[in-house]
């Protein structure tokens, strides 16, 4: 039974995104959609994710000078694990789970307020493709914003590592640098930002798929907000998986 | 003008429409009226492709609309316009772009003939005052006369109204009833309204159908109702004593 719903489920997912994937019917109208939802959806989720970013590069730092110093390992492991922690999965992976609850919840309750206010009823009389005019322009938005927000995190948290280095004194500046610049491979930010746009993808279609599909009231509203958010946060660790053994190969 | 022939509707075991036919001609305010539950709704939504009925056919000045592909019902679409219950004007927009919206979207005219058409629409409604508000900041029947201005901007030929009167004082509900009556006879549009309103059946009801239990029980216009014999319209208009005393001291 449960499997069967599931089946129906990702069936009315995979219709809703080909209505979804379609050319706007106006550019000017998708335009003005896209950079309210750049906006919404990314700049004003700059200050959330430097905030978590630079307390989580500061813990971090701190966990792996209490975990692993040692009269055996050199001083700059602690900077090396941090970069390499921050790079390979919190500012993308972590911080894609994040999003999924500030985002996800967001683009759900937008739409599915829209939907039992009958607005989306009101677009689809007058003719417009209500799924792609209210949908492509949030998946564009993330998916063109989150690279942003993955350097950015990975910026905030090298800054939280430097912080408490300075402020408990317990590792200098220059054995953090060391650290961070030891074995360095570009291709690990890339990896960040490829599995970051995949986790964009999940997070503003599956949110806006649940919110597409309320039907009742408020109560739905926020059950679906809810649905979302698990099932974006599922989908994501699930993506993680994959997509690590794929790029780290 | 809009025909429906023969329309049937099911919800699994539960027949809401059982063989409801009828023609709504256009430059007329057709109503159709009905208790709670007697599938005013659900016609509706037939009518305006929202529902696809199980048997029928929903014919606008003679195209079908049950057989249209995607595409057709698309470019239909465009030559309605819809008020709805509770106005569901865009929240993310001023008054103004919400009646630009549909132009925005379809219209090949300048911006400068937009704005035009979209003041234009505004004034028509007296709401030119509020173009720059947003629409929380309307009291319940300025939202109702800017959805009447999105929904005729782009000048359609069919205007339908889903319990316009829902929610406003009854001084209110006259002014947006003269409006709907008085754009549908401006432009000669077919104007379909559910209701359940006495004041607009009285008003404006230039062609009244009545549903019950899905089907039609009753059909004929506003000085035609206060004289039928029907006991079942005659319950359902005139539920209150007071309504049955000042219907009879009329009469």
Redesign the interface.
């Known amino acids: 039974m449960l499997f069967i719903k599931s089946i129906n489920t990702f069936g009315s997912y995979l219709m809703l995104m080909s209505r979804v994937l379609t050319k706007p019917?106006?550019w000017?109208?998708f335009s003005r959609q896209f950079l309210?939802d750049i906006y919404q959806l990314g700049i004003n989720s700059i200050p959330i994710v430097l905030l978590i970013s630079f307390f989580i590069g500061a813990v971090i730092c701190i966990q792996m000078k209490l975990n692993i110093e040692s009269a055996w390992m050199p001083k700059f492991v602690v900077g090396y694990a941090t970069r390499e922690i921050l790079i390979l999965e919190f500012s993308s992976s972590m911080m894609c789970l994040i999003l999924a609850g500030k985002v996800g919840s967001n683009i759900t309750s937008e739409i599915g307020t829209?939907r039992v206010?009958?607005?989306i009823?009101?677009m689809?009389?007058?003719?417009?493709?209500s799924a792609n005019f209210l949908i492509l322009p949030k998946i564009s938005a993330l998916v063109g914003m989150i690279p942003i927000l993955v350097i950015f995190s990975i910026a905030a948290g090298i800054v939280g590592a430097y912080a408490i280095g300075y402020v408990t004194q317990m590792m200098t500046a220059e054995d953090l640098t060391v650290g961070l610049q030891y074995e360095f491979h570009q291709w690990y930010i890339w990896c960040s930002v490829i599995k970051s746009l995949f986790f964009a993808f999940i997070i503003a279609s599956v949110a806006a798929f649940y919110g597409y599909r309320v039907e009742g009231g408020s109560i739905e509203v926020g059950k679906a907000s809810t649905d979302s958010v698990v099932s974006c946060s599922v989908l994501i660790l699930f993506a993680d998986i994959v997509l690590t053994q794929l790029l780290m190969q | 003008m809009i025909e429906i022939k023969n329309i049937h509707k099911n919800f699994g075991t539960q027949t809401v429409l059982n063989d409801v036919s009828a023609v709504f001609d256009n430059g007329k305010t057709n109503l159709i009226i009905g208790q709670s539950g007697a599938g005013k709704t659900v016609l509706l939504k037939c009518i305006v492709g929202l529902l696809a009925p199980d048997k029928g056919k929903v014919l606008y000045d003679g195209r079908n609309v049950v057989t249209f592909g995607k595409k057709e019902r698309l470019m239909l679409r465009r030559e309605m316009g819809m008020l709805f219950q509770n106005a569901a004007l865009f929240d993310s927009m001023s008054v103004l772009e919400n009646v630009m919206f549909p132009l925005e979207m379809f219209s090949d005219k300048s911006y400068d003939e937009k704005l035009k058409r979209a003041r234009f629409c505004l004034e028509r409604v007296n709401m030119i005052e509020a173009q720059d508000k947003s629409p929380e900041e309307l009291s319940g029947g300025m939202q109702k006369r800017a959805a009447i201005a999105r929904a005729i901007a782009l000048e359609p030929k069919y205007l339908f109204c889903d319990e316009p009167n829902s929610g406003l004082d009854p001084k209110t509900s006259l002014i947006i009833d003269e409006l709907i009556h008085d754009i549908t006879k401006e432009y000669n549009i077919t104007t379909i309204v559910n209701t359940h309103d006495m004041n607009s059946v009285m008003g404006i009801g230039d062609h009244i159908i009545f549903l019950a239990n899905g089907e039609i029980s009753w059909e004929g216009n506003k000085e035609e109702i206060l004289h039928t014999n029907s006991k079942q319209l005659n319950d359902f208009l005139f539920s209150s004593e007071i309504l049955r005393r000042v219907a009879s001291e009329k009469i």
């Open positions: 019917e106006s000017k109208m309210r829209m206010t009958q607005q009823d009101a689809e009389i007058m003719g417009v493709n």
